[in-house]
Every structure is written in C-alpha cells, then in structure tokens.
C-alpha cells in the first residue's frame, strides 16, 4: 500500500513537472537536511534517497508505517505560475488553491490517498513538498509541509 502511494505521488509529481523541467534544479536532497524534516514530521527520520524512479525526487524514511514524505526540486520555465498549476490540477479535479508566503508564488494541493502537498516557485525552481502522515491531523501535515519547504525554498536558486 505504500509503495502504491509513494508511485502515485511520484506519478503527480511528474505529471506537474513541465517538459523544460528535465534539466533539474539541483540534487533534490541537498534542500532540506535530516534534522529538519525529524523537526517538521515530529518523529524518526532514518535518512534520505534520491528517488530511483524520479531523479527530481528525494525520499526521505519516515519511521512511521505508511507516513512518506518527499522534495522534488525542478526547474521554473518562464510560463510556470501557482495560478496555472492550480488550473490545470483543478481540470484533473485535484484539489489545490494559491496560497501566499511562500516563493513567488505557491500552492497547495491535496492529491488524494491522504497525500497533501505545497508547491512553490522561486527564481528559476520549482519545488512541490508532498506529505503523507498517518494518522496526523490536517492540521499537523499542513504544518510539516510549511516548514520543510521553507527550508527548502532558503537554499534553491
């Protein structure tokens, strides 16, 4: 069940990574360090992957069964914006909506299976934080999310 989930969000992922986003960003684990998701999930982290399906994607092992959490680190093409992921999630009937404070303009969207993610753009990055934390409150994974892509969003070009 939770490789199923973790494929589905890399499927997401994908499918919100534009066709410029091939030269990627950077090594998607060198945006947020151990010590900072452990902060931001409030549990173990025993380390962190780049995804073998998804080199855009770090993987970072949650200590709680089925919780996953992940960074995806892309490149912006000059035509990429919060309002038009929003559009095009909403066409997929995904749930997502702008949000503010976070890069030049961001999102949040709540692919299903329990997964929720936020997605920035920031100069010529674009990174989505998607999270899974079982039985965590909205409240708790929205939070995670926010602080693991702060993070990320002070080291991204």
């Known amino acids: 069940m939770k490789k199923r989930m973790l494929i589905s969000a890399i499927a997401l992922t994908a499918f919100l990574l534009p066709a410029t986003a091939i030269a990627a960003a950077g ?20 380390g962190s992957a780049v995804n073998k399906l998804n080199k855009h994607v770090c993987d970072f092992a949650l200590s709680q069964a089925g919780s996953v959490l992940n960074v995806t680190w892309s490149s912006k093409s000059p035509a990429d914006s919060a309002q038009k992921t929003v559009a095009e999630l909403a066409k997929r009937n995904i749930k997502a909506e702008v949000v503010q404070g976070f890069g030049e303009s961001g999102y949040r969207s709540s692919p299903g299976f329990g997964m929720q993610q936020l997605g920035a753009y920031k100069g010529s990055s674009h990174i989505i934080v998607t999270a899974m934390l079982m039985g965590a409150p909205e409240a708790k994974v929205k939070a995670a999310l926010e602080a693991v892509m702060k993070a990320a969003l002070a080291r991204a070009q």
Do not use: F, I, R
Not at 30 to 38: G, I, N, R, Y
């Open 27 to 46: 090594d998607p684990c060198a945006l947020v360090t151990k010590a900072e998701v452990q902060a931001a999930v409030g549990g173990a982290v025993s």
